[in-house]
Each structure stands twice: as C-alpha cells, then as structure tokens.
C-alpha cells in the first residue's frame, strides 16, 4: 500500500497540548514519525534575563500549568545555589509537603486526561473531583488555584494556615483509599487492559541514553529518582521509597506499566506527606507569621558575575533542572542567564519514535502514557 | 528512612571522578575540579573546562570509560562583552546513573547507602568557552549521547551556537521559517519592554516603541 504522511495537531486531543505529530503511515502502521513542537514557545528563558531573582519565580510556575509549584521549588533551589542562600528547615517540609501535593494534583490530571484517550470517560469525572481536594489545600499555602507562587529564596512566602495539617491528613487519607477504588475500576477493565499491554515498548538504557526521565523510566524496572540521588529538601527524613515497577518483556515498559508506576508513585506521595506533617519542626498545628526565622531567611539579592546556580529536581514528568548564571542587569540583581531543562522536551521526540511499528490507534495510549506537558515543553 | 545517597559517598565519589580526569588527560587544557553547591544538602559535582578540540575526546572518555551515560541539558551563553578567548560559552550538564536493563519481572531496587564505585550517581558540568567571533562553533555529541540530539538543536536556536557535524539540525522552538541568522538569546536582541513602568505607563501599547525599533524586520 502506498505511504503517507498525516498531521495529528497541532489540534488533537492526543497531543494533550499543542504541537504537531507528523506520522509517516503504511495502512494502518505507523512506519515513521516527526515531532513539531515550539507553538507556545513564549521565550521564557529571555524574559527572565530581564526580571531579578523574584520575580522570575512566577514565570516558573507558568512554565507547567498542572505541576505550578514543583517548577517554582525547582527554579528557587537553583537561585539558592546561586545567591547562597541558607532555609531553615521547616520551610524545607513545608516545600516537600507542596511538591508531593503538587505530584498528587499532576499526577490526577494525568490519569483524568489519559482515560478519555482510551475510552474510559468516567475516569475524568473521578479524578478531577479528587484533584479538587489538593488544589483546595494548595489554595490555603499559595492563594491561588493553579499558579501559587508561594516559595521564596531562603524560605516560603508564608506559614501553613491553622488547621490545614488537619484538613490535609484527612483529605490523603481519603484519597489512599480512594486510589484502591481506582485500581478496582482499572485493573480489571479490558478496555483498560487491551489498549495499554502490550503496547508502546520502551527499554531503561534507550530512554536513558535518550534522555528520558522519572517514573516514565521508573516504570521500565529501574529505580533512580532524583530525590534519593541528588538529594534536595528533607526526603532523607521521611518515610518513602521509590515506585518502580517490574516490566514484563524484555522489551521494556508498555504503556500499562507506565499507568501502574504513577499509581503507586501517588500512594508514596501520600506516605510521605503524612509523615513529614507529623515530623516538621515547630509543630503542625503552629502558625508563624510571615517572615519568621522559621519559615524564611533573607537572602541576598544579588549574585555576581561568574557566579552559577544549578538545580536537579524530580519534577511531576521527570528531572528539571536550572542553570543560572549571574552578573545580569542592575549590578547583578537579573539573571545574565537562565537556561531551563525541561523533561518533555527530550521525552516527546523520543515517544514519537516509540510508535513507529504500532498502529494508528495505538498513538494516543502510547503518547498519553508519558504524560506531556507542551507549557514546559516549548517554555 | 535513609534511603537517600550521604555527603561522604558523593564526596568519595566526586574525588575519584576528579582523579581519574586528571589520570587522563593532565596537561592538556582540560581542567577539572570538585565544586560544591551552595543550595539544599551542600552536594558536591566535578566542573571541567575544556578547550573544543578536546572536547569530543573528553565525552568519549566520559560516555564509555567513566560511565557518564545521561546528557540532561545544553546551555549556550553570549557574551558581547567578553574577552577574546570568551565571547560565547557552551555548559553541558551530565549526570551519571546507575541504569541496566531489566530482566522481565525483574526490578533494581538500590539501597542508596550501599551503593559504591561508579555505581554512585554523579553530577558533572563541562564548560567550553568559545572565542569571541561571529560564528561560535563547538563539535557535536549528538552521537555519543542520544540525549545531546534535541538539547543541542535548541541551543542552535536559541543561541546561534553551531554544533559541528550535527545531523538533522533544524528550528525547534522558533517558528521553521525564522530568517538565517535570527537567534533570540543572543545579547543584541532586547526584548520589547524594558521595565514595569514602561508597561504600566502605556498598558495599552499605542505608543509601543521597542528599543530595537528600525533595526528588526
């Protein structure tokens, strides 16, 4: 049969974003394919050579509209390496308990927009009711939904508010169950199961070797994370492990076992976050105001030249990481420059060479599986 | 508890990485050292400057003999103002995982504090500065690390850095159709607005006059 290309996206439900997945097709088989990205591509890394050290933070959070505040904490670690700012330690929980929130709304978000992409729209009902519940809490820390710009260099933009430890231990804890009641619908369905097994193979060595990262490499049996690695915050303290899942070809991870691997990545969200609120100095039921020694430290304001700062933070989607250099505007007080590394943008190009050999309907479980953010991506 | 890798194994790790650099390739313009970070736990990395013809040498040595297997982000930075020997940089940033493939059924389960040799993850930072010309070239790796390939197109992008034997380089971020030489991130493009007070004076933008007005397309 005769080849040809066809253009999914940039509108497509399958891109989960906007870009444009080129597919070289023979038949129904996908014989080739091209990734065409940069449509939001907002120049970011440009703006900020223009703002200082604060205000650059909420760029960050814009960077990824469902993982706000894991970018904002990845892009202040780096700034701290580069300002040599020291935090005290219960602003370190408080950072931990938000990301692992944050991991928990993402990682809902995911599973909500990946089972219409297979066929299961309930799914999305159930998993926005239950990201309600940590945008709620993440609503009390930042003020806002979505972009919460609540982390500061040296410390938080402000304490936990009286009664959230409360409120958070019931809601995960709720939600533990909760993930049970997901894996009754899932596990079992044959829906779930026939589009998923078997297909979008992946190996740990190529995706490394291509720079993939997180639980997408996570699902393919190998257990590096960034948070047992190069240690940032106070995950050395608390109780957890990495989800890793056992893959069961030697072909690597299929789509289903990315699926599981995020699933069990939310249950060690949850541990982790009902162990560090009963570990945090100053006690979880104490409200310091803001600026207070034990949730802020002042940090300078400027960095000079040939100074850098470098951050490596396990992100919703896999490692981000920021480079900064200073000596910018204002006698140091901009970034000269800030140079983003964002998961997604090596992961989509190596996912679309993945289908090649799967079937045109295979694209969308293959591609939701990695679970692409295209605002991190294009940045 | 206890399952993230200590100071003293990343130090022991760092200080062996440095050593063995410094085995191969002393004397020859390649300078290695053990930094520190100032952020989170205080963790240490190997920085390396190398002058670019050594460069793909050095990332051979590293990719196969070190065990550096995970190339994680290009940075190109321009500097107008720089001396001749610096005018443009180029920072890789690797690190080093202890991945092997999987048996089926099989997972890797690390016990972080047990871990040793180069099994260790590691940090490393290589800086290429580039003379200060219009045409900033550095040698590709885009075939040592699959990693490199789209990193080093966006740096070509953004930054305008040529990377030398690179296949299939093209426009990612900016539009396809960008005219030749047009790379945002480079210090003689500023951006429309200069300050807040600018914006908030004409938050309309009727009187828009960029700085570089008459001088863009």
């Known amino acids: ?107 809902l978000m995911w599973l909500g927009a990946f089972g219409p992409d297979i066929g299961n729209l309930t799914l999305m009902t159930w998993c926005m009711r239950d990201r309600e519940m940590f945008l709620d809490l993440l609503q009390e820390l930042g003020g806002s939904r979505m972009h919460y710009n609540y982390p500061r ?64 490499v996570r699902a393919a049996g190998v257990n590096y994370d960034v948070r047992w690695a190069h240690p940032y915050s106070v995950y050395d303290e608390v109780d957890w492990e990495p989800a890793v899942e056992k893959p069961t070809s030697v072909k690597g991870a299929d789509c289903y076992d990315r699926y599981r691997v995020r699933m069990e990545e939310m249950r060690q969200s949850c541990r982790m976050v009902l162990d560090a609120i009963e570990k945090i100095p100053g006690g979880k039921n104490t409200n310091y105001a803001n600026g207070d020694e ?31 250099q200073g000596g910018g505007d204002g006698r140091g007080k901009n970034p000269y420059r800030l140079s983003i590394r964002s998961p997604m943008f090596i992961t989509i190009p190596f996912v679309a060479k993945t289908m090649i050999g799967y079937k045109v309907a295979d694209i969308p479980a293959i591609m939701g599986s990695f679970d692409p953010c295209i605002g991190e991506t294009d940045r | 508890m206890g399952t993230t890798v200590t100071l003293s194994q990343n130090e022991a790790a760092a200080n062996d990485c440095l050593a ?68 443009w940089e180029v920072a890789y940033h690797f690190l080093r995982q202890p991945i092997t493939d999987q048996l089926p059924n099989t997972h890797t389960v690390y016990v972080a504090e047990k871990l040793d040799g180069r099994l260790i993850p590691m940090e490393f930072e290589v800086l290429i500065p580039l003379e200060n010309n219009d045409s900033p070239t550095v040698p590709t790796v885009q075939h040592i690390w699959g990693g490199a390939d789209w990193n080093e197109k966006e740096t ?9 034997g690179h296949k299939n380089m093209h426009r990612v971020l900016n539009p396809h159709d960008s005219p030749e030489g047009f790379h945002p991130l480079q210090k003689q493009h500023k951006i429309r607005y200069h300050d807040h007070n600018e914006m908030y ?3 309309q933008g009727f009187g828009r006059k960029p700085a570089d007005e008459g001088r863009i397309k």
């Not at chain 1, 802020?296 to 030249?305: D, G």
């Not at chain 2, 520190?36 to 736990?41: E, F, I, L, P, Y």
């Open chain 1, 1 to 107: 049969m005769a080849q040809m290309w066809i253009t999914m996206g940039p509108q497509h439900p399958m891109t989960h974003g906007l870009w444009t997945l080129r597919v070289k097709v023979d038949g129904e088989t996908v014989v080739d394919t091209e990734a065409e990205l940069g449509y939001i591509h907002r120049g970011v890394e440009k703006i900020c050579e223009s703002r200082d050290f604060t205000q650059v933070t909420p760029y960050c959070d814009r960077l990824c509209y469902v993982s706000a505040m894991t970018w904002a904490n990845s892009y202040i670690y780096a700034a701290e390496d580069l300002l040599e700012a020291d935090v005290p330690e219960r602003a370190e929980y408080i950072r931990l308990i938000s990301a692992e929130l944050q991991r928990l709304a993402s990682h």
């Open chain 1, 153 to 216: 260099i040296g410390g938080v933009k402000r304490d936990i508010p009286v009664g959230f430890a409360d409120r958070m231990i019931a809601k995960v804890k709720l939600f533990e169950r909760r993930i049970d009641e997901y894996e009754m619908m899932l596990d079992e369905s044959t829906i779930w199961l026939v589009r998923l097994q078997g297909v979008g193979y992946a190996n740990a060595e190529e995706m490394v070797e291509a720079g993939v990262s997180g639980p997408n």
């Open chain 1, 294 to 324: 034990m949730i802020y430290q002042k940090a300078p304001t400027r960095a000079p030249e040939g100074a850098t700062g470098f951050s490596n933070y396990e992100c919703t989607r896999g490692a981000s990481q920021f480079y900064i």
């Open chain 2, 20 to 87: 063995a650099i410094n085995d191969r390739f002393s004397g020859s313009g390649v300078v290695a050292s053990v930094e520190r970070h100032s952020n989170a736990k205080k963790y240490a990395f190997v920085r390396i400057t190398t002058p670019p013809q050594h460069w793909q040498a050095l990332a051979k040595w590293l990719r196969f003999d070190l065990g550096v297997n995970y190339c994680s982000m290009v940075t190109g930075t321009h500097y107008p103002e720089g001396p001749q020997e610096r005018g």
């Open chain 2, 156 to 164: 070509w992008d953004l930054v305008g850095i040529k990377f030398e």
């Open chain 2, 201 to 203: 004076d004409d938050a």
